[in-house]
């Protein structure tokens, strides 16, 4: 970035009416997008109709959501946040999610819930997001006064938990931690120096004590935790 090096990327996709466009069909101005509790493009009629509704303590309160929400999508959403423990998600405030529905009846027009901004997991295996109440999980907390959809997670999480080749088994999170691994074997070096050794003798943004990241001390010790 303009001749110093930054470091190693992970891209993405900016969770805007263009992304929606191109991922369900469509133009740009068929779309709501609601970032973090606003709205990005259309509008909040349909989100904030859906989050009003009361507890799905009975099966017509559950069956109302679904003409809001992609439910199947949702908990899978859901189930990653918390099996992760995203700690920079949805905590006492609402935050780094995205939320995009096409404005059209039926199934097609209901909510899609996108992750974002996922670095800070897995650093702690006792971080909790189950019974926190804002956005999105505000949602949960609600659905999961029901049966049907108790029953439903329960499904999700055997599909991606137990079944054989699920996509958060122990054996299928190995091989994609250790094929990444591999590819951040070498550019970690100089990650490393960029955000350690430069910090310290070229760069102090902030006063404090700076971190010489390495590669043997640091990536490497985290891999094995991990």
């Given at each position: 970035l303009n001749g110093l090096y930054w470091g190693t990327y992970d891209l993405s996709e900016d969770p805007s009416a263009t992304f929606a466009k191109t991922a369900l069909g469509g133009s740009e101005e068929?779309?709501?997008?609601?970032?973090?509790?606003?709205?990005?493009?259309?509008?909040?009629?349909?989100?904030?109709?859906?989050?009003?509704?009361?507890?799905?303590?009975?099966?017509?309160?559950?069956?109302?959501?679904?003409?809001?929400?992609?439910?199947?999508?949702?908990?899978?959403?859901?189930?990653?946040?918390?099996?992760?423990?995203?700690?920079?998600?949805?905590?006492?405030?609402?935050?780094?999610?995205?939320?995009?529905?096409?404005?059209?009846?039926?199934?097609?027009?209901?909510?899609?819930?996108?992750?974002?901004?996922g670095e800070c997991i897995l650093l702690n295996e006792d971080v909790n997001r189950v019974t926190v109440t804002t956005p999105p999980?505000?949602?949960?907390?609600?659905?999961?006064?029901?049966?049907?959809?108790?029953?439903?997670?329960?499904?999700?999480?055997?599909?991606?938990?137990?079944?054989?080749?699920?996509?958060?088994?122990?054996?299928?999170?190995?091989?994609?931690?250790k094929k990444w691994q591999a590819v951040m074997d070498k550019p970690i070096v100089a990650e490393a120096a960029r955000w350690g050794d430069y910090r310290r003798d070229v760069h102090q943004s902030s006063e404090g004590v700076y971190q010489l990241y390495t590669r043997e001390n640091h990536f490497l010790a985290e891999h094995a935790r991990m």
């Open positions: 068929d779309f709501d997008v609601v970032d973090q509790a606003y709205s990005k493009n259309g509008d909040l009629v349909a989100y904030n109709a859906m989050t009003a509704l009361p507890a799905a303590g009975t099966l017509a309160q559950y069956e109302a959501y679904h003409q809001y929400l992609n439910m199947p999508e949702f908990i899978d959403y859901m189930m990653l946040h918390f099996f992760m423990g995203h700690q920079d998600w949805s905590t006492t405030v609402t935050k780094n999610w995205a939320a995009v529905r096409k404005r059209v009846p039926g199934a097609e027009g209901t909510f899609r819930y996108l992750p974002w901004d999980s505000g949602l949960h907390t609600k659905l999961d006064d029901s049966l049907e959809y108790r029953l439903l997670f329960a499904d999700r999480v055997h599909r991606s938990m137990v079944a054989p080749g699920g996509a958060l088994t122990p054996a299928e999170n190995l091989s994609r931690w």
